[in-house]
């Protein structure tokens, strides 16, 4: 089994910072692609970051500049660093990876469980 924890998320006012965490742990053979997605309410959830396993990245195009996705292979973990945040940032942020098991030969997608992010005064 591969499990995703998330962490960081919280209230943070208009035009402040957050860094979210999201740890894999279990019985991981290998990371692919590690991505950060954002559901609102009422909404769909849609991508936010994307980096694969060499570091090479992609950002929804409304969100270039102010965040920025990066990893740490040694340690399974995906970052996501928010800055000058605005109210339409609210959302739950999903971490989303493609992992091999320990013992598969199968490449599947993992999700955590959600962090929220609320930007208000």
């Known amino acids: 089994q591969v499990q995703l924890v998330e962490s960081g998320g919280g209230l943070v006012q208009p035009g402040g910072s957050l860094r979210l965490s999201c740890a894999a742990s279990g019985s991981i053979f290998s990371i692919n692609a590690m991505a950060w997605y954002r559901q609102a309410p009422g909404k769909q959830r849609d991508l936010v970051a994307h980096i694969t396993r060499s570091g090479s990245t992609d950002y929804a195009d409304s969100l270039k500049g102010r965040f920025t996705i990066s990893r740490d292979n040694a340690k399974n973990t995906v970052y996501l660093q928010m800055n000058s945040l605005k109210p339409e940032d609210t959302a739950i942020y999903y971490c989303?990876?493609?992992?091999?098991?320990?013992?598969?030969?199968?490449?599947?997608?993992?999700w955590g469980q959600g962090t929220q992010v609320t930007v208000s005064s």
């Open positions: 989303n990876i493609f992992a091999v098991a320990v013992a598969s030969d199968t490449l599947r997608s993992y």
